[in-house]
């Protein structure tokens, strides 16, 4: 569905009137739909799509979550946390979760970043190159 700019202009501005010291505030969200859809302005419907596009892409760029082969030690978490949190700032959910199909190492995915130390990564690459 192609929406039009004024729609979009529009969204973009609900997105930021959304905005708390730079995060998204659940509750504002709420709102903002809620009375976008009692006045039902003339393009809502796109409107609220591509503000529902812009919460979404916030949300992933909010969330992150850690992959390693054997569950990681609570020191090595926290000095995940703080690096992340460095990089990405304040607001970041991060979640920790062990997959030995890695064999070892990590994986990392922020948003759409992802860094990948795993030894598969590295097999795979090696695999390719041949």
């Known amino acids: 569905?192609?929406?039009?700019?004024?729609?979009?202009?529009?969204?973009?501005?609900?997105?930021?009137?959304?905005l708390v010291d730079g995060l998204l505030d659940e509750s504002r969200v709420r709102l903002v739909v809620q009375r976008v859809v009692a006045a039902k302005p003339r393009g809502y419907l796109?409107?609220?799509?591509?503000?529902?596009?812009?919460?979404k892409l916030d949300l992933e760029r909010r969330t992150a979550r850690v992959e390693s082969a054997a569950p990681l030690a609570a020191d090595l978490q926290n000095a995940?946390?703080?690096?992340?949190?460095?990089?990405?700032?304040a607001g970041l959910n991060i979640t920790f979760a062990p997959d030995p199909s890695l064999i070892g190492g990590m994986r990392i995915r922020v948003g759409s970043d992802v860094y990948d130390g795993s030894i598969k990564a590295r097999l795979r690459a090696l695999q390719e190159s041949f």
């Open 1 to 18: 569905m192609k929406i039009p700019k004024q729609a979009r202009r529009e969204a973009k501005e609900l997105f930021r009137s959304c």
């Open 46 to 55: 796109a409107i609220l799509s591509r503000f529902q596009r812009l919460v």
């Open 80 to 89: 995940l946390l703080a690096s992340l949190g460095r990089v990405y700032g």
